[in-house]
C-alpha cells in the first residue's frame, strides 16, 4: 500500500511546482517595464497588486547605485502598503506610512520614503553584466490605495578624498555613501557638520555588505557609530575594512532627546501618533586622510624630549651645587664652631618684639660678625616617644602637654618653639603619609585600569562612540586605544613625578650624611628637614599621570574621579607641606589628612550624581563648607590649643565658649593676640564663604572643577601669606626659588588658558560634547588639552620645588631666630 502511494505524492508535487512556475511565469510576463527617473502613480487593494522591472548594465570598474522613492497617501496603519525590492543577491523591503517608535508610547509615522539599494557589483573578469530589479507594491487594504514610484541612478555615490560633499537626509529618507582608501593611505577621518542643531541624526561607518543598515532602529547593528548635531567625525583604519571600502551611513532620529533636545513638533497630530514631520537635515561629509605613522613617532619623541629638557636641567643645578660646595669647604679653615662658618650670611630681621629682640637672622651689624663664633644655641626639652612609630599628637611624657600649651601660647613663637619632639619621631610620621599613598595608589590603580580596560572592550565591540567623550577631531588611535595621544600626553606627570622624587632623594641623602658627621648647622639651623611629603607629593604627581591615562581612555560621566582624586591631594598634601615647615611638631596626622582626603572625593562624587538640580545639596555643602572653614580656621589660629571639655557639667561646652569669646574677642578685640594669623584668617574665610555663596546662587555643572578650584584657591593664598610674610620678616628668597616662583606663575596661567579651551563634556550629551571638538594643533597629533597636560605637569612641578627649595635662605640661621606664621 505504501508503494502505491508514492505515484500519488509524485503526482501532487508536480502539480505544486508547475502551479509555481506558472505563477512565477505569469508575474514575470505581467510585469511593468520601467525607466530611471521617471515617475509611476498606480492604485493596490487587496485584490490588486503591481509589479515594475528595471534592467541597466554594470560594468566592472564602476560601482552603480539606485535610489527608489516611493509615497502613498493611506494613513491607515492597519492596512499599510508594502514594497518589496529585489535584486541579483538582495531583497529590501519596507511599507508606508512608515513606522518609528519614539519615547515610549509615542510613534512617527511618514508616508514619503526613499531608500538606497545595495549596490551590485560585478565580479572581476566578467566584463560588463545585465542587471535587473523588481519592485512589488502591494496592500491588503479593502479599499484602493494610490501610490507613486520613481527609481533614479545616484551619480555621487562614492565619497572623493579631501572634497566636501553636501546632501539631506530625514528618518524615512536616510542617505549613505561608498568610500575607497586610495593607494598609500592607511586611515581616514570622516568629518560631518551640519548648520542646524537637530534633528540628531547617527553617522555610521559599515562594511560592505548586504544589507546595509540604515534606519533607526537597526544603525546600530554593524559598523561604529556616532549620534550628531551640528558635527561628528570618526576615524577609520585601513586594516579594519580588509576590502579597502566601506559605507558611510547617515540617519535621521525621530525625536531628538538622544542628543539632549525634546519632542519634535508636529504638523499634524493624533493620540500618540505623530505625522507628516519636516524633520530635514543637511550635511556636508568630508573624508581626509589622517596622520601618518611617522607623525606618532615625532609626537612621541617631542614629548620625550620636552621632558628630559627638565632632567638635564636638574643635572646641571645638582652639578653647579656639588662644584659650590666643594669650593666653599677648601675655603674654609675649619668648623662652624671655630667661626668659620657662614651664620651671618643672612639679612638681619628689622621687625622687633615687644621684649626688643629681632626675630629672623643673625645680627650682623658687628663688623666681626663673619669671624665670630656661634654663641651656644639655647634648646628646649626634646620629648620622644616610646615608639617611633606613634602617630599621636600626644607624647608619653605626662609634662609634654603642659610645656606644649606654654610654649604655644607665647605671643611670638620661634621654629624652635614648635620643634622639641625627637627628630627621628617626627621623621617617621612625616614618612607614614608617603608608605600610606603607596597602599592607596595601589588599591585605587587596580580597579581604575580594569574598569577602563572594559570600556574600551565595549567600545571596541559594540562600535557605539558615543560611550567615551574624546575630542574625535583629534582622536588618534593606537592598537586597542581609541585617543592614544590624550594617553601619551599624561607621561609628563608620571617622569617629571619620578624627577621630583630623584631631587628629593639627593636632598635627603646629603641631610643625612651631615647629621651623620655631627654637623651644626643640620642639627640647629635652618628649618627642620622632614621628606616624608615631599616623597608623598611625587608619589602623588606619578599617580595624577597614570590616572588621568586611564580617565582618558575612555572619559566619560562614571569616571571622572579618576582625572581629579590625585589633584585635591596633591592641593591639600602642598597646603599641610606648607603649613608643616614652620610648625613641625603640630602637623596633621596621615590617618586624619587622608580621612579628609576621602571626604571630599565622596562629595565630587555626590555633587555630580545630586549637584545639577538638587538645591538641597547645595545648601548642604554649603553649611559643611563654611562650618569647615571656621573649625579649621579656628584650630590653624589656637595652633592645635583649642579643646572644648565635655567630661565636666552639662554646661562645660557654653561656658569655655564664654571664656574665650570673652578673652579673645572682648579684651583683644583693638588688636587680636595673633595679628598676622588673624588676618590670613580673615582673608581666606572672606574668599571661602565667597565660593560658597557662589556655587549656592550659580550651581555650576562641573562640580568637580568647582571643588578643586576652592583647593587652589586656598593653596595660592596660603602660600602668597607664606611669601609676603617671608619678606617681612626680612629673609630673602634665593635665585632658584625666585626662578621657580616666576615659572610657576606663568607656566600656570598658560596651562589655564589651555584647561578653560573645553574640546568635551561628559555633563552633556555626546552629541553636545562632540559641538566643542577641535582639531589638532601641535604635529597634526596634540590637541589644547594635551597641551594642558604637558604644561599643567610642569607647572606642578615647579610649584613642588618653591616648596622644596623656599627656605634655603634659613639654612644658616638659627632656629631660636626663624619666626612663626
Not at 54 to 74: C, G, I, Q
Not at 288 to 305: E, F, G, I, R
Not at 317 to 342: C, M, Q
Request: glycine share 4%; proline share 5%.
Amino acid at each position: 500500500m505504501m508503494a502505491g502511494m508514492r505515484p500519488i505524492w509524485g503526482h501532487w508535487i508536480l502539480i505544486f511546482w508547475l502551479g509555481t512556475c506558472a505563477e512565477a511565469l505569469t508575474r514575470a510576463t505581467g510585469s511593468k517595464p520601467a525607466e530611471f527617473g521617471k515617475r509611476y502613480t498606480g492604485f493596490v487593494d487587496k485584490n490588486t497588486e503591481e509589479l515594475y522591472s528595471f534592467s541597466y548594465t554594470s560594468k566592472n570598474d564602476t560601482v552603480d547605485a539606485l535610489r527608489v522613492f516611493v509615497s502613498s497617501n493611506s494613513i491607515n496603519l492597519e492596512f499599510p502598503v508594502l514594497f518589496v525590492v529585489r535584486q541579483q543577491k538582495a531583497i529590501l523591503s519596507w511599507q508606508v506610512p512608515m513606522v518609528f517608535r519614539g519615547n515610549f508610547p509615542r510613534t512617527y509615522t511618514y508616508q514619503d520614503v526613499s531608500r538606497t539599494l545595495c549596490p551590485t557589483e560585478p565580479e572581476e573578469g566578467t566584463g560588463s553584466q545585465e542587471q535587473f530589479i523588481y519592485i512589488d507594491i502591494a496592500s491588503m487594504s479593502p479599499s484602493i490605495v494610490q501610490y507613486e514610484l520613481m527609481v533614479t541612478r545616484l551619480l555621487s555615490f562614492q565619497l572623493k578624498t579631501s572634497v566636501p560633499f553636501n546632501f539631506s537626509a530625514s528618518p524615512s529618507q536616510p542617505q549613505y555613501f561608498l568610500y575607497t582608501f586610495p593607494e598609500g593611505v592607511d586611515s581616514v577621518i570622516i568629518k560631518v557638520k551640519s548648520p542646524e542643531n537637530y534633528p540628531c541624526s547617527v553617522v555610521s561607518v559599515q562594511d560592505i555588505s548586504c544589507p546595509v543598515y540604515d534606519l533607526d532602529y537597526n544603525v546600530e547593528f554593524n559598523g561604529v557609530y556616532q549620534t550628531m548635531t551640528k558635527q561628528a567625525a570618526i576615524t577609520v583604519q585601513r586594516k579594519e575594512y580588509p576590502g579597502g571600502k566601506f559605507y558611510v551611513v547617515f540617519v535621521i532620529k525621530p525625536e531628538d532627546y538622544t542628543c539632549g533636545g525634546t519632542v519634535p513638533q508636529s504638523t499634524q497630530g493624533s493620540g500618540n501618533h505623530t505625522w507628516n514631520l519636516k524633520r530635514v537635515k543637511h550635511m556636508e561629509v568630508t573624508v581626509s586622510p589622517s596622520v601618518k605613522d611617522s607623525v606618532y613617532v615625532q609626537a612621541t619623541l617631542l614629548c620625550l624630549l620636552y621632558f628630559l629638557i627638565f632632567y638635564v636641567g636638574s643635572l646641571l643645578v645638582a652639578f653647579v651645587h656639588y662644584v659650590s660646595i666643594h669650593r666653599k669647604e677648601r675655603n674654609l679653615k675649619g668648623s662652624p664652631d671655630e667661626g668659620e662658618g657662614t651664620v651671618a650670611a643672612s639679612h638681619p630681621i628689622t621687625t622687633s618684639t615687644p621684649d626688643g629682640s629681632s626675630y629672623g637672622a643673625i645680627d650682623e651689624s658687628s663688623p666681626g660678625a663673619r669671624k665670630m663664633t656661634p654663641p651656644p644655641i639655647p634648646r628646649p626639652r626634646v620629648y620622644s616617644d616610646s615608639s617611633a612609630d606613634e602617630e599621636s599628637d600626644f607624647d608619653a611624657i605626662p609634662e609634654m602637654e603642659t610645656d606644649k600649651n606654654v610654649i604655644r601660647a607665647k605671643t611670638f613663637l620661634y621654629v624652635s618653639d614648635l620643634a622639641v619632639k625627637d627628630r627621628r619621631v617626627v621623621s617617621k610620621k612625616y614618612r607614614i603619609y608617603f608608605w600610606n599613598i603607596i597602599t592607596i595608589a595601589v588599591f585605587y590603580a587596580l580597579p581604575v585600569v580594569q574598569l577602563v580596560i572594559t570600556y574600551q572592550t565595549v567600545l571596541n565591540v559594540t562600535g557605539n562612540q558615543d560611550i567615551c567623550y574624546y575630542n574625535f577631531l583629534c582622536a588618534h588611535p593606537l592598537g586597542v586605544l581609541s585617543a592614544f595621544n590624550n594617553v601619551m600626553s599624561n607621561m609628563g606627570h608620571v617622569l617629571l613625578g619620578f624627577l621630583f622624587l630623584l631631587i628629593v632623594l639627593r636632598r635627603d641623602l646629603l641631610h643625612r650624611h651631615l647629621l651623620e658627621v655631627n654637623d651644626t648647622y643640620a642639627k640647629d639651623y635652618g628649618i627642620p628637614k622632614h621628606f616624608g611629603l615631599f616623597y608623598t607629593m611625587g608619589v602623588a604627581l606619578i599617580m595624577e599621570g597614570v590616572l588621568s591615562a586611564c580617565y582618558h581612555v575612555c572619559p566619560n560621566y562614571s569616571n571622572f574621579q579618576f582625572d581629579t582624586s590625585f589633584m585635591y591631594m596633591i592641593a591639600g598634601l602642598c597646603m599641610l607641606k606648607l603649613y608643616q615647615t614652620r610648625h613641625p611638631d603640630i602637623n596633621a596626622s596621615a590617618y586624619a589628612a587622608y580621612a579628609s582626603f576621602a571626604l571630599v572625593i565622596f562629595l565630587a562624587v555626590m555633587g555630580v550624581i545630586f549637584g545639577k538640580d538638587n538645591i538641597w545639596f547645595w545648601v548642604i555643602f554649603s553649611i559643611v563648607h563654611v562650618v569647615g572653614s571656621l573649625a579649621l580656621s579656628t584650630h590653624i589660629y589656637y595652633m592645635g590649643r583649642f579643646r572644648i571639655d565635655v567630661s565636666n557639667a552639662d554646661f562645660g561646652i557654653f561656658k569655655r565658649i564664654a571664656q574665650v569669646l570673652y578673652t579673645d574677642c572682648m579684651q583683644q578685640c583693638s588688636r587680636p593676640m595673633y595679628m598676622d594669623r588673624m588676618i590670613l584668617l580673615i582673608v581666606g574665610n572672606i574668599v571661602n564663604w565667597l565660593f560658597a555663596i557662589f556655587g549656592l546662587v550659580f550651581r555650576p555643572r562641573d562640580f568637580p572643577s568647582y571643588l578643586l578650584g576652592i583647593f587652589i584657591c586656598n593653596l595660592l593664598l596660603y602660600l602668597a601669606f607664606y611669601i609676603i610674610m617671608k619678606l617681612r620678616s626680612s629673609e630673602r628668597i634665593q635665585t632658584l626659588p625666585l626662578f621657580c616662583i616666576i615659572a610657576t606663575a606663568v607656566v600656570w596661567a598658560a596651562a589655564l588658558y589651555f584647561f578653560f579651551q573645553t574640546l568635551s563634556s561628559w555633563e552633556q550629551t555626546p552629541a553636545e560634547s562632540r559641538e566643542k571638538n577641535r582639531s589638532c594643533i601641535i604635529l597634526h597629533f596634540f590637541d589644547d588639552h594635551d597641551i594642558w597636560h604637558f604644561l599643567s605637569a610642569t607647572a606642578m612641578f615647579f610649584s613642588f620645588l618653591v616648596l622644596l627649595t623656599l627656605d634655603d635662605d634659613l639654612d644658616v640661621v638659627r632656629r631660636d631666630k626663624i619666626p612663626v606664621f
